[in-house]
């Protein structure tokens, strides 16, 4: 606790942000997003890539996932929206509970499901289409647009919500594919957002962009959180995990190891391999 | 292990005169590998274009005469055409098509984005692989076998199309389950994280995709389906009779669209005049008839080629 203390970035002296009080603020009425219960994972029926994972989720948070290459990050975010069950021969057991639903053992819609817990990939993956049908589609699909105007107000409202709008508002019939990578990813996070969910998951949406793209997403990913969503982030990158995170979590060989708020985490590493992770031993 | 037990000589770890020698050889190697591809593809371009240039010019004189293109053939004088041989040869294709096309693309569909993978699909895969280069003649008389006698339908259209199929099923499952298989997975997941199910996801997302390849794999397809002969001789048969294009009664064996009249098309058409055949103008109606089909060809390749660019623009907004 002593080194808490040494390291924390805030003089007890110095005036407290208004990040700070936010966040205090949202620390009495947390509302819980989505909790996993000893949640693991097989990959072809006998092969344990996931251990007994127990994690909780809240809505207006960032929550970090770190971790070595391999230890069961990217596992255990596509166990979130159930994305897992189009692997074939792979099981998820343990339990997650989403708005009272324990959406692994009961019978849920597992399209309602990934509408309401977007997903967001490592390589931008934008259709091979405009960048207006990227964001319509889905929503045609699922009827959520009234008419051809409230559709394009929610396709507005999307891309602003990524802040992607001022860059693309001239050229929405143009293919997706010719834009850069980070207004890719950014198309991928409105065209996720449009339907809007209450859960965004991120599955190191950063590892092909450079600095600058990936600021420009990491202030998205505050900025969508910060709308009461409960943003999920996988990264390899621990200073990312340290700028945009309200909590942290160490995965490693395939068990969650330690959980915390992000600042104790990498100021007050309880954990040997997460202290060794973190002075870069491995990973 | 020989060489580990006799020690190497240490080398010299940059010679200079080695590397110079060494970039020159390989650049030496390049410039004769370029030439001589260049001088193969050069070689098969020129065959290609001489064989065409030949088939049409030597049937320039017939294949443009409209009354060689809308007359009925001859049996035993000249100046016979081959108007029904040219509506009996599209007719075939397009209900070939209209057959074989939902067909190949549900099953394709099927098999890459539903079939589990176990040896039942495997097994399947395999099957269509044979299936697809089964020899045309080996579809011909099993058309014959199943259709015209066991079905009893005769030498007709019905049969003649439903071997065509039976040929050309195989053909473009494989080419539409290809152009499925190489749309990136990505693709499919983010159709699939969006809550989209499987089937809007290959509706909306996948096929506009392989939409090119696709198209590509339908020309190429009808244009074998367009010239075959082996497979028609004995289900569709060689006999011609004259079209009557203001019959609309479907049992008339002249009403065009009667699909169970006897149906001879282009390609049978110079297989038969060139085996049996006692024109006096054999030849020049053999060599028309060929520069007819080459040019049909031809032509349905551009045509199909530029609506598919067109569509797959529209499709995929580049
Ligand atoms: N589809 C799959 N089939 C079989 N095994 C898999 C599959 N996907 C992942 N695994 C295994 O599960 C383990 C965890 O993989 P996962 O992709 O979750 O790691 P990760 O933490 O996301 O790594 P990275 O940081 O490199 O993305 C690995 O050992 C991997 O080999
Ligand atoms: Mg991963």
New binding site residues.
Partial sequence: MEQTKVNAPDAPSAPVSSHTQVAAARAVSKEVAIRSNGTGVF??TD?Q?LHDVSLTFHKGEVAALI?P????????LRCLNLMNLE?PH?RIVGSIDYHGVDIVNEKINLFDVRTSIGMVFQQPNPFRKSIYDNVALALTRHGMAANSTNLDDQVEEALRAAVLWDEVKDDLKKSAWALSGGQQQRLCIARTLALHPDVLLMD?PCSALDPIATRAIEDTARRIADTGICVII?T?NMQQAARVSDTTSF?YL?EMVETGPTERIFTAPEDERLQAYISGQFG | MANTATPQPAPRLIDPDAVVAHVEKARRQSKAATVILTAIAGAICVLLAAILVYIISAGASKAFDPAFLTSPPQQFKEGGGIGPELFNSFYLLVLTLVISIPLSLGAAIFLVEYAPDNWVTRAVKTAIEVLSSLPSIVVGLFGFLLFVLQMSWGFSIISGALALTMFNIPILLRVIQQALEAVPTDQRDAGLALGMTRWETTVHILLPCAMPAIITGVILSAGRVFGEAAALIYTAGQSAPALDFTSFDLTNPACPWNIWRPAETLAVHIWKINSEGVVPDLTAVSDGTAAVLVICILAFNLIARFAGRRLSKKLTAE
């Fill in positions: 990959y072809n092969q890539a971790g290459s391999g230890c069961g990050k990217s596992t255990f692997i792979c190191e996988v390899h995965f395939g």
